[in-house]
């Protein structure tokens, strides 16, 4: 949309007044068309009743220099006859007793009459003040809305004259009906006198910045190469044409201004913004281009860009500087720098506003805008040096590292003369928050990722798409120009940072600053590469890794102090590899993967940084836990028979699995990986929730894996004992004492079965980790304790006195195994526990159990409790003492 040209002129406020003659039609479709109406109205008459006068409290009177305070009565509309003053009448008001009191308590307080007076006064003086002031208050709202209802009353008459006599007394529907829509005519009429007014006035002021555009350019092509001749340049059109530009720049920022509050309070003038946009867009396509070109000649005339250092110079004198000429300027060179300095960044500046506005992005509208592309003047100061170290890059194109080594030198060679000359100048702009140091090594990084984007990057990455299969010499290259651009990237931080050494997790979490001094931001534009890079490192640290992976003494736990093995078999606080009893092959698994995770970090951009670590690092991760997974699913442990090197094996891979766990946990609680997962939706979900999950099922699988063999053996070993019901019905000596137990035989057939679970719990107490052997030989335990309650046929067999006994000492035996590991094993057995106390009982106690249990279930739950015994019920107890045999 063409915005119309007029006469330049300052706009008065009899131009606002009027419609600009040349408004595009186009303007026009920012309002709808609304034809107006002849609304006839009726004559209206007005009465306001008087306004009765206010009455006001009277002031206080001053009678020989006291103080009188009368009460005031409420106004009467017939008061009463006076009365003669009686003594109860002349008595001091209530209020002025309790002010006496207050101030006058001794004799000692009449000295302080005299203040206490002219604090009295000084109150009444203020109430007299505030009473006058509202009296005035009053009168001109009285006189105002005196005057709105006149002039209402007069515009009601003309209403009413233009009623045809039909009509004439038809006041209500004028009022309600025809009234609001004449008001919505009124408020369309103002609104495109509004417009128009903005309209001219946004004319006015972008034809003078077109003015000031075509100013300059015919200048500049009146005066070619003004600073042509270093020796001799023309300062005088330098300062005229800096001027101009700042003339110019003072317009757009005035332009702006009115545009961001149309776009705040007017949003559907669009086609009025877009017209200025347009126009201005045309004029800054003039001014920058010419800007940045006076800034050029002007950098040359100064000598800029210095001399490279050579790489001879370079060896012969390592602590030679390259000259600045930015310190090396006279008084009137500097001036003349500074100007234009100052109006490259104040045509920046605007430019940015500008892109914020159209953007809409209120936070850039109310904070400081940030220069996230850099500096226009630092930028114009990096490129000629840029394009003298080009010829250079190109000799080193395979050692890269002298690249690095260069690109340091020049910019911290010129650090001091940045810092010293544009740091106040920056600081005159009033560029908030904006360093000159910052600038100038973002500048220089983005030429050095600028030349590795185009000329180092591309080749690398074709040639490990064509040879893919053997590719050990490129993966290395591109491992070594990783590793350079980490260390080149952590030296440009501390030279942006004045020497002063940030902590890494704090420079990630502000993406803006890190991505611009960091060589690593390529990836964000080429996720290409940065697949590249991922399967680059997860393929090299295999290959690293596969001798071990093969070596099966790498993948097993060896037993070196048993004294060590007694003391961490106590401890449940497990922090070391050695503690968690894992195999040596978890320590190079999660040191390779830590490495890659520190790489991705390096990365500045939050997003690429989680997707090389999740294709580096946790694939990686992935791979050996899916390994671990392979060699527990190949061991077939659940057999008749367990295999002791298969359950020393899969003990190795619980151990290997749970010290994974916990470092993976320790991770998740590392600032970077919070900072990682802040952006997820699911913010309850850690970085490495998946991989936890899959460890702890893996961790779970393998225990009870293990816990069905030892299980299932036992019960295979041992299921002649349990179905042999006459050992338990045979009769032998009548009494047996408790002290009988300990040296009582176990019965033969249980013998095996006891010994074996005895060797399964000291092999896994020796190769398991404290935490999962815990839980491990609990479950045992309430395994075993279900199985033997379970499989003895309780209904058919009779126990005898000896019975009983021998049963006693084959279930002590079952404790025995488990006494090493808890100071009272029978507590892990509750079922068989309670059975053994049933069957301790006594006739007289059995007879009166049996009888209760069919009169009183409660009383006898009870009596069952009283006798701690909770998991049999009455049931089960009858089951087990029905047919109890005390041969008598």
Not at 245 to 270: F, G, H, Q, Y
Not at 305 to 331: A, G, W
Not at 702 to 709: D, F, N, R, V
Request: net charge negative; charged share 30%; with cysteine.
């Amino acid at each position: 949309m063409d915005f119309p040209r007029t006469p330049r002129r300052v706009a008065t406020s009899r131009d606002t007044a009027q419609t600009p003659r040349r408004l595009n039609s186009s303007h026009e479709s920012d309002f709808p068309r609304t034809p107006l109406r002849r609304v006839s109205t009726s004559a209206l008459e007005s009465d306001f009743p008087r306004t009765p006068r206010s009455e006001f409290i009277r002031t206080p009177r001053r009678r020989g220099g006291e103080v009188d305070f009368p009460q005031t009565p409420l106004p009467r509309r017939n008061p009463p006859r006076q009365q003669p003053q009686t003594k109860s009448a002349l008595a001091l008001p209530h209020r002025l007793v309790v002010l006496l009191n207050d101030h006058f308590k001794s004799r000692d307080d009449l000295l302080k009459a005299t203040f206490l007076q002219s604090q009295i006064n000084g109150e009444c003086v203020a109430l007299e003040k505030a009473i006058r002031e509202l009296k005035e208050k009053v009168s001109r709202g009285c006189l105002q809305w005196r005057s709105r209802s006149e002039e209402f009353g007069r515009v009601a008459d003309g209403f009413g004259s233009m009623l045809p006599e039909s009509q004439g007394g038809n006041v209500e529907k004028m009022v309600r009906i025809e009234l609001p829509n004449l008001a919505k005519e009124v408020c369309w009429i103002q609104t495109i006198q509004l417009y128009a007014e903005k309209a001219l006035k946004l004319e006015v002021m972008v034809g003078n910045l077109e003015d000031s555009a075509s100013t300059i350019v015919r200048q500049t092509s009146t005066n070619k190469s003004f600073l042509g001749f270093q020796h001799v340049p023309n300062f005088n059109v330098s300062r005229w044409k800096q001027e101009k530009l700042l003339d110019a720049i003072n317009v757009m920022k005035e332009i702006e201004r009115e545009l961001i509050e149309i776009c705040t309070t007017r949003p559907e003038w669009s086609n009025l913004v877009k017209a200025v946009d347009s126009r201005v867009e045309n004029a800054l396509s003039i001014l920058r281009p010419q800007a940045l070109s006076d800034y050029r000649a002007l950098l040359a005339s100064l000598g800029w860009p210095p001399p490279l250092v050579t790489s001879q110079t370079e060896t012969i004198n390592q602590t030679q500087l390259v000259p600045n000429p930015l310190l090396l300027m006279d008084s009137t060179k500097r001036e003349i720098y500074s100007q234009s300095f100052l109006a490259l960044c104040a045509l920046q500046h605007v430019q940015s506003q500008r892109g914020a506005r159209q953007s809409m992005k209120e936070e850039k509208l109310q904070k400081s805008l940030s220069f996230e592309s850099g500096l226009w003047a630092i930028d114009e100061l990096v490129q000629p040096i840029a394009t003298r170290m080009e010829h250079h890059f190109a000799k080193w194109s395979s050692q890269p590292e002298f690249i690095f080594a260069l690109v340091f030198k020049i910019t911290k060679d010129f650090m001091d003369g940045v810092d010293d000359v544009l740091q106040p100048l920056i600081d005159k702009a009033r560029l908030s928050g904006l360093s000159a140091k910052e600038a100038w090594v973002s500048s220089m990084v983005k030429v050095l990722s600028g030349y590795l984007e185009k000329e180092i990057f591309p080749p690398l990455a074709n040639k490990f798409r064509e040879n893919k299969d053997e590719s050990i010499d490129f993966s290395s290259s591109w491992l070594n120009l990783i590793d350079l651009i980490t260390s080149f990237d952590k030296r440009m931080r501390v030279l942006s940072s004045s020497g002063i050494q940030k902590i890494t997790s704090l420079i990630d979490l502000n993406e803006t600053i890190s991505k611009s001094v960091s060589v690593l931001s390529v990836f964000d534009e080429h996720l290409d590469w940065l697949q590249i890079w991922a399967e680059i490192e997860v393929s090299v640290a295999q290959e690293k890794l596969k001798p071990e992976l093969e070596n099966e003494k790498c993948w097993s736990y060896e037993i070196k102090d048993q004294a060590k093995i007694e003391e961490h078999n106590q401890k449940f606080l497990l922090s070391t590899r050695e503690e968690y009893k894992a195999p040596p092959i978890v320590d190079a698994i999660l040191k390779n993967a830590s490495l890659m995770i520190e790489r991705g970090h390096a990365v500045p951009t939050k997003s690429t940084k989680i997707e090389f670590i999740r294709k580096s690092g946790v694939l990686f991760l992935n791979h050996f836990f899916v390994l671990l997974l392979q060699r527990c699913r190949d061991l077939e442990l659940i057999t008749s028979a367990i295999d002791e090197d298969a359950l020393v094996t899969i003990a190795g891979s619980i151990n290997a699995a749970r010290y994974s766990e916990s470092v993976i946990c320790e991770w998740d609680e590392d600032i970077s990986f919070m900072d990682l997962n802040s952006g997820d939706r699911n913010k309850t979900r850690s970085f490495f929730s998946d991989e936890v999950l899959f460890l702890v099922k893996l961790e779970t699988d393998c225990l009870e894996e293990i816990m069905s063999a030892i299980l299932l053996e036992f019960e295979a070993l041992s299921y002649d004992y349990i179905q042999n019901i006459d050992q338990w019905e045979d009769e032998g000596e009548p009494n047996f004492s408790e002290d009988d137990l300990e040296i009582g035989t176990v019965s033969l057939g249980f013998m095996e079965a006891l010994e074996i679970l005895r060797d399964r719990i000291l092999k896994l107490k020796d190769f398991l980790n404290s935490k999962d052997f815990f839980d491990l030989w609990r479950s045992v335990a309430e395994g075993l304790d279900y199985f033997i309650f379970s499989s003895i046929p309780w209904i058919d067999v009779r126990f005898s006195n000896s019975g009983v006994y021998q049963f006693r000492v084959d279930m002590r035996a079952v404790f025995l195994v488990f006494k090493p590991l808890c100071a009272r094993p029978e507590a892990f057995f509750p079922f068989v526990s309670d059975c053994l106390r049933l069957l301790s009982m006594n006739k007289k106690d059995v007879d009166w159990f049996l009888r209760e249990l069919t009169k009183n279930e409660c009383r006898l739950k009870e009596w069952m409790h009283q006798k701690n015994m909770y998991h049999v019920n009455g049931s089960q107890a009858k089951m087990i003492l029905v047919d109890r045999n005390f041969e008598e």
